[in-house]
């Protein structure tokens, strides 16, 4: 069974500073894909960024990047010159391709002006 | 917007009463998915539909839970006999590629 763990139940950050938020997972397949949610305050999850587990390199979305560590089975999401708006609550979440997601319990990410 | 819809966004209602939400997806995606999400914690899955069979059923997923998608449209997630512990953000998703694209959500309160 998959499991994803975020150990950081809460983060801030100065803005226009650099933030790291925590990912583990646990899975027994060789293919399988990561993800990062965001979810802001009373709006919508929507997705950050996307690792697929057989690709090396690490994926970038602008100011969003993953260090994805295959062996450790650690993804955890850097993002640079944070801004008032990336205030939200923050997912980790696995896919095996079983038709379903398992997300972790979140890290609420706080920006101080 | 992600171009998932869900109605209602926020339901108070009694003990033992019943409630049916609906979720409206992106037109072309054919899989749909019903999670739940409590305080504090990630969503948790819940169904998924296959246009309009529904293929998997989490334990989570009690007798008193009921979930349809006719036509491969529109799903509708019935909850009977409502009890406090039901009270949650429940969440739909379509599915295109593996992108999960997700609903703003039902948020149930159980008095």
């Known amino acids: 069974a998959q499991t994803v763990t975020q150990s950081q139940p809460e983060m801030s950050v100065q803005e226009a500073e650099t933030v790291t938020l925590s990912c583990t997972y646990d899975t027994s397949e060789s293919d399988y894909y990561l993800f990062w949610y965001k979810q802001p305050p009373s709006r919508q999850m929507i997705l950050v960024i996307r690792q697929e587990a057989y690709k090396q390199q690490n994926a970038t979305e602008n100011r969003f990047s993953v260090n994805f560590q295959k062996a450790a089975k650690s993804f955890s999401l850097k993002i640079s010159d944070s801004q008032l708006g990336d205030a939200a609550m923050y997912f980790c979440a696995s896919w095996e391709g079983n038709e379903k997601l398992t997300f972790g319990t979140g890290t609420r990410l706080t920006i101080i002006p | 917007d992600t171009g998932v819809s869900q109605d209602p966004r926020h339901k108070i209602t009694k003990r033992g009463q019943n409630v049916t939400f609906r979720c409206d997806p992106i037109?072309?995606?054919?899989?749909l998915y019903w999670y739940r999400q409590t305080l504090g914690q990630g969503p948790e899955f819940l169904t998924y539909?296959?246009?309009?069979?529904?293929?998997?059923k989490s334990r989570l997923l009690s007798d008193r839970f009921s979930a349809e998608r006719p036509k491969g449209s529109f799903s509708t997630l019935e909850i009977q006999r409502t009890e406090q512990g039901d009270s949650a953000m429940y969440l739909c998703a379509t599915m295109s590629g593996n992108e999960q694209f997700f609903g703003p959500g039902t948020r149930l309160t159980v008095l």
């Open positions: 037109s072309e995606h054919n899989r």
């Open positions: 539909f296959q246009n309009e069979a529904q293929l998997e």
